[in-house]
């Protein structure tokens, strides 16, 4: 029945280039994970921040603010009419063009003069005090209340405060000055202007009296008001209709009378009379058209007279107003509140300089975070090294904790001598990893290989064969590592003959195993030392023998020397059966894996997976982490030449594990 859980072998027909390699997960980490991962950075960065700041808080000198508040408020003379100079009204441009008069320089000069004495501090050494005021002063409007404040920051509260108030004196007296010279000026066009306009006056008045004593008639009214000239008009115009109707009647009379002659007389007398009344209106009506005419000028000259009389008045009302500003000034000045010596200095402001500071570096502690893991390329996860490769991670070593012996070579017996340790489950479940994706069983060899050195590949295959004998299957154990061989001083055993010796001087391969403690495994040393071994790995021997080799055992692990080392991982690689990559955490980085990677798939080695070793215990869960950390190996289960010794090495320097060679 064929393996569910059966893991497919990674060779070349499967392989992902470097340049089509998934996205790592640590390229979409969270801003929260890195910061975590990289905390000390973080915090080294952070506490350099708020030390500093509290060395400026420390040395920065002390600054005092001393204030005062004033309400201005118009009360500038008006030439003539209401709202006629609408740049005088009370505005916020009115109050800005204030606080630009408090700044200027006479105002300035005249407090320094009024409280040099009272300044020694503050202008001592001083070639341009004005500089030194300017530097310091503030004037500002409020936005809602409209309020003038006049400050100014000093190490010296008490200079401060006089500062403040010797303005505030200063420039309540350039002003009321001002106003009484302004209104002065004024004063004096105003009744040159209404002395003119008096005389104007006069003439009007006179021209008016000269008019009706020229046309007196028009100004002879009746009782009721009406003009005599029109009412005699009308009389005349009445009595020239009833003559010309009488006139009309007569001569009716005339042509139908017995008496004609008579009759021709009354007529003739009637028409005499119409024609008089005819030219009587006709005399009247010129009277009335010249005094239309007069009337005319007349009205002309009283409304004249009228609005030279109304401008006097008014010139006469200003002078009075004008008089009254020259005596009070022209601006109402209130001062609201007056500077005082401060007892709290305002600068530096040490609650708001600490908290940007922390804000400031934990800012740039989280960015040199991410700046530090944008530039590390160390593999960190073991999901990260999967999805770099598209390997299936086998087994997840984690970083030790305790010492399994006082010396380095003891780590690799990891799973005899501390099996109840959670770096002897890791390596079960590497051995169960590699049981359920064994192939069909066909290839019975397995390389164990690194990028590097230090990354752990050397005690992964002592611990690897362990549990597989462990387990009831016959391995052997080839330490192919010719150039720095450790396998028979993690077991104890001689090396003076082994697979050099086999290959280079034709010694029998019985006469080079050696049994170890553990039952089901048996190690071949790397023997003799060589100069060239990687001629020993590189023939038709080695290849006779690792298939001789393979039909004594129903494993064999081959410890290999590091892939970007040298050549021989690559030789072996193409020679066994399958491939198992160890890498480091923090410590082997993506562009060594990626490189170690399509070496041997550049040999056509089938990859079963990947071994990510020394991974800190809080990137993955294991199997045995739900043990305390105390539970790894009691001593009176240890051999008693072990019994002195806990589990595994603590630290995170690589070079300090038995776990690194």
Known sequence: MANRFAIEPYSRATAVSSTEAPALPGDGRSMI??????????????????????????????????????????????????????????????????????????????????????????????????????????????????IITISFDSPYPDEAAVLVNSIVAAYRSYATDTAQSSAAGMLKVLRGEKEKQEKLLDDKLRQIVA?????????????????????????????????????????????SASNRPLAFKQWSDLQRQALEYERLFETEKAKALKINDAQAEFTKLQVEADRTTKLCDLLDSRIKEISVTEDSGAMNIQVLEAAKVEQYPTSPKRTIILLAALAAGLGLGCAAAVAHEALDQRVRAPDETGQLLGLPVLGVVPIVRHAVAAARKQLGRAVHLAPNSDVADAYRMLRAAFYYGWPNREAKSVVVTSPTRGDGKSTTASNLAIAMAQAGIRTLLIDADLRAAVQHRVFGVSNTTGLSDIISRGVAVEHTLRKTETENLVLLPSGTPTTTPAE????????????????????????????????????????????????????????????????????GSSILGVV?????????????????????VPPGLMEPNLAAARSLPAGNDPGAHALTY
């Open 33 to 146: 994970e890195t910061a975590w991962r990289r905390r000390f950075t973080v915090a080294a960065v952070t506490i350099l921040c708020v030390v500093g700041a509290f060395v400026y808080c420390a040395s920065a000198t002390r600054v005092y603010s001393a204030y005062s508040r004033l309400y201005v408020q118009q009360n500038g003379p008006r030439l003539l009419a209401q709202g006629a100079d609408p740049g005088l009204t009370q505005s916020d441009a009115y109050l800005f063009r204030q606080c630009e008069v408090i700044k200027a320089e006479p105002i300035l000069k005249q407090a320094i003069a009024a409280s040099e004495d009272e300044m020694k501090q503050t202008f001592a050494g001083a070639n341009d005090p004005i500089g030194v005021v300017h530097k310091g002063l503030g004037v500002a409007v409020g936005k809602k209340d409209e």
């Open 211 to 255: 008019f009706k004593q020229s046309n007196g008639e028009m100004f002879f009214n009746t009782d009721r008001g009406t003009n005599i000239l029109l009412q005699n008009l009308a009389t005349i115009s009445d009595q020239l209709t009833r003559a010309r109707l009488a006139a009309t009647s007569a001569y009716a009379s005339y042509e």
């Open 536 to 603: 020993v790995t590189n023939g038709q021997a080695f290849a006779k023998l690792l298939q001789q080799l393979e039909a004594d055992y129903d494993l064999v692990v081959i410890d290999s020397p590091p892939l970007l080392d040298v050549a021989d991982a690559r030789i072996l690689g193409a020679q066994a059966g399958l491939t198992i990559l160890t890498v480091r955490a923090d410590k082997s980085t993506r562009q060594d894996v990626r490189q170690a990677c399509q070496q041997l798939l550049s040999v």
């Open 612 to 632: 990510v070793n020394g991974v800190s215990r809080g990137r993955r869960a294991y199997a045995g982490e739900y043990r305390s950390d105390e539970a790894d």
